[in-house]
């Protein structure tokens, strides 16, 4: 888990060792940079089983505070720019919509109107 991954699949291979322990998974997500997360997946989509393991990940560990909060909304935002995440959010479930909406009350408290505005944008009709 040191490295970075090297395509989506990466964090493919890796989920099912990590999707028993939320906090591990949410450290590994962490470390990747926003550009790289679009770069990995700029042509291929979020798989539901993934987007369900970040949604719940971030929900719980990244809105502790207002920089993981921050961080949990630039990531969203950044991992939204992959190929057909308008579909994937389609499929996401009331669980799922429960973490994106956990999310954006917390987002919704920073100072941060741009930030804010650009998560409704994207996550708004939830």
């Known amino acids: ?17 990590l999707r028993n322990d939320s906090e591990t998974f949410y450290e590994y997500m962490k470390k990747i940079p926003f550009t790289h997360i679009e770069t990995l997946y700029k042509k291929s989509e979020v798989q ?22 921050k961080h949990s909304a630039e990531f969203l935002l950044s991992l939204s720019k992959s190929n057909n995440f308008d579909m994937t959010l389609m ?4 669980v799922e919509k429960a973490h994106v909406k956990k999310i954006k009350k917390c987002v919704s408290k920073l100072d941060d109107s741009n930030l804010q505005g650009s998560f409704d944008k994207v996550f708004g009709d939830l």
């Open 91 to 94: 499929f996401i479930d009331d």
């Open 48 to 69: 539901a089983e993934i987007m369900s393991g970040i949604l719940n990940a971030f929900a719980e560990h990244g809105t502790v505070d207002n920089e993981s909060i």
């Open 1 to 17: 888990m040191g490295s970075l991954p090297k395509s989506a699949g990466a964090i493919e291979k890796a989920y099912p060792n």
